[in-house]
């Protein structure tokens, strides 16, 4: 089993950092982040943190990565991108972390989380003008990344330019076609996006490309109305749960897999995933509130929406408040989704008791289309 073998590991090789830095995701990805916790916690016990303060920051900040901590996360990537041992693993980790890459499928509605737009690409642009260059595809999309996720309008316009090209190339990886379907759907061209997101919908999942596809599945899974094809929703949540088991993920599928037949309990697993994300992202959040205003919960709708408000400035000490691309920024787009649902729960108490019911069949309030 992975996760013994993952523990062992990590018990017989303890001071291995560069090995243990490349299982701490693994760990992630099969739902067992915990061994990585119980790890640093024994490992300063063992007062080994300061002896090798550098590499054992770079695990500690992966860690931190995986629980929404992006403070601390960042705190401890920050040193290690100076240090030529680490500072190639730390830079891709942090620019990752910047962009938002394990929260927020780039390219989808969820709100920015990080910095302002300028300042997110002027620390990436910083941080990856000593990255050497490589013809790795995943480092290229690495260098994509701070576009996509703080670019204005302008600068996606240029990227997809660049990137159009490959639309019409049926044999693209799936870096690149993560890529251009960002880049379409920020651009406002969803029925083009979708159209590339068929063609990885039913590929062969292998580990080299596991992050991109999985992506791209819950990419998909997004763009569809979970009302009308909540069923197609479902299994691609669940595909992408086979082999991530991410808290996250189990609690989205989960979610999804009750439908429209069970809001409460729907409601329950979108606040678990909610939670799994340091309740930043946007997807579980809207659909934590369209569930909870389904289930005729008005007050802890207005509660989910006014978090969701808070929530969108994590790394305000790093660079101020979340900003906006323009003023048809994505951030507009699904604040006016919050304001919807805000509105309708406002209606649903202003209902007397005997008005509202218990359950509602007809006129079952939809999931607002962002699109």
């Known amino acids: 089993m992975a996760s013994s073998t993952y523990r062992q590991l990590l018990r017989t090789f303890p001071d291995d950092f560069a090995n243990i830095f490349r299982i701490i995701p693994l760990l992630n990805r099969i739902g067992y982040l915990h061994y990585a916790k119980a790890y640093l916690d024994e490992h300063k016990g063992r007062g080994l943190e300061k002896q090798n303060s550098i590499s054992f920051a770079c695990c500690a900040g992966m860690y931190y990565r995986y629980t929404g901590d992006l403070r601390r996360a960042v705190e401890k990537?920050?040193?290690?991108?100076?240090?030529?041992?680490?500072?190639?693993?730390?830079?891709?980790?942090?620019?990752?972390?910047?962009?938002?890459?394990?929260?927020?499928?780039?390219?989808?509605?969820?709100?920015?989380?990080?910095?302002?737009g300028e300042d997110g690409l002027d620390m990436c642009s910083t941080l990856l003008k000593d990255l050497p260059h490589s013809t790795d595809v995943s480092a290229g999309v690495l260098r994509h990344l701070p576009i996509l996720a703080f670019g204005t309008s302008t600068d996606v316009?240029?990227?997809?330019?660049?990137?159009?090209?490959?639309?019409?190339?049926?044999?693209?990886?799936?870096?690149?076609?993560?890529?251009?379907?960002?880049?379409?759907?920020?651009?406002?061209?969803k029925e083009r996006a979708v159209a590339v997101l068929r063609r990885y919908e039913k590929s062969a999942w292998n580990f080299q490309h596991a992050d991109y596809l999985e992506r791209m599945w819950l990419l998909l899974a997004e763009q569809l109305d979970i009302n009308n094809r909540g069923d197609e929703v479902s299994q691609l949540i669940f595909r992408t749960m086979e082999f991530n088991k991410s808290g996250y993920i189990v609690n989205m599928y989960e979610a999804f897999h009750c439908g429209a037949q069970n809001f409460p309990k729907a409601a329950e697993c979108f606040r678990?995933?909610?939670?799994?994300?340091?309740?930043?992202?946007?997807?579980?959040?809207?659909?934590?509130?369209w569930a909870q205003l389904n289930a005729n919960r008005p007050m802890e709708?207005?509660?989910?929406?006014?978090?969701?408000?808070?929530?969108?400035?994590?790394?305000?000490?790093?660079?101020?408040?979340?900003?906006?691309?323009?003023?048809?920024?994505?951030?507009?787009?699904?604040?006016?989704?919050?304001?919807?649902?805000?509105?309708?729960?406002?209606?649903?108490?202003?209902?007397?008791?005997?008005?509202?019911?218990?359950?509602?069949?007809?006129?079952?309030?939809?999931?607002?289309?962002?699109?």
């Open 77 to 116: 990537f920050l040193p290690a991108t100076k240090v030529p041992e680490t500072a190639l693993m730390a830079t891709q980790a942090l620019v990752e972390l910047i962009c938002n890459w394990d929260l927020e499928v780039v390219g989808s509605f969820n709100l920015p989380s990080t910095l302002k």
């Open 157 to 189: 316009a240029i990227l997809l330019s660049e990137l159009e090209p490959l639309e019409l190339n049926l044999d693209i990886s799936p870096a690149h076609g993560l890529a251009l379907v960002s880049a379409l759907l920020l651009s406002g061209h």
């Open 272 to 289: 678990r995933a909610f939670e799994a994300t340091g309740y930043r992202d946007f997807t579980s959040g809207e659909r934590l509130a």
């Open 301 to 371: 709708v207005i509660e989910v929406l006014d978090m969701l408000e808070r929530k969108t400035t994590v790394l305000g000490g790093m660079g101020g408040d979340a900003g906006t691309r323009d003023a048809g920024s994505k951030t507009a787009i699904v604040m006016a989704s919050v304001q919807t649902m805000r509105s309708q729960a406002l209606g649903q108490l202003m209902l007397r008791p005997d008005e509202r019911g218990t359950s509602r069949t007809e006129g079952t309030a939809r999931r607002q289309s962002r699109t």
